[in-house]
């Protein structure tokens, strides 16, 4: 066990869980998120996905996507390996996945801009119009960096 604000969830990914028993589709991430964690502990025993303790980093953020992905793909779905191969293996992959941060940001820290949240440390975010036309912008960038790298 993790401790601290993990017995939080613990206790909330217990009940979630135990939903499933009532017909609710419930994806396990923190089973997973406690799994590897743990695992890197045995060699890193600083290892942390989140530096506030709440918050998942990009690694933390990957490994929920694999978690939903694999749980919401057909299991027959061979594409989504052959997505991650693809991507890693394509120098242009890395600039696919700078434009997707950018839209995710720009996006994001507009919207807590526009409903008033005083987070400490994220930065302002654009006024929303103005998000939204350079987010179409990074969207019209990211598909064509898509069709670019054949990944479709």
């Given at each position: 066990m993790l401790g601290g604000y993990n017995e939080v969830l613990d206790h909330y990914?217990?009940?979630?869980l135990d939903q499933r028993s009532k017909g609710w589709r419930v994806i396990d991430i923190h089973g997973p998120m406690n799994a590897f964690i743990e695992a890197q502990r045995k060699t890193n025993p600083d290892f942390i996905f989140a530096k506030d303790g709440i918050h998942p980093n990009a690694e933390g953020h990957a490994l929920i996507a694999d978690q939903l992905i694999a749980a919401l793909v057909p299991q027959d779905a061979v594409w989504w390996k052959k997505f991650q191969?693809?991507?890693?293996?394509?120098?242009?992959?890395?600039e696919l996945?700078?434009?997707?941060?950018?839209?995710?940001?720009v996006l994001g820290d507009a919207w807590l801009s526009d409903i008033g949240h005083k987070r400490p440390g994220v930065n302002p975010g654009l006024p929303?119009?103005?998000?939204?036309?350079?987010?179409?912008?990074?969207?019209?960038?990211?598909?064509?960096?898509?069709?670019?790298?054949?990944?479709?």
């Open positions: 990914s217990e009940w979630l191969t693809d991507l890693a293996a394509n120098p242009k992959g890395a996945l700078k434009l997707v941060h950018q839209h995710v940001h929303l119009p103005e998000a939204k036309a350079k987010a179409a912008e990074l969207e019209t960038k990211i598909r064509a960096a898509v069709a670019e790298l054949h990944l479709q």
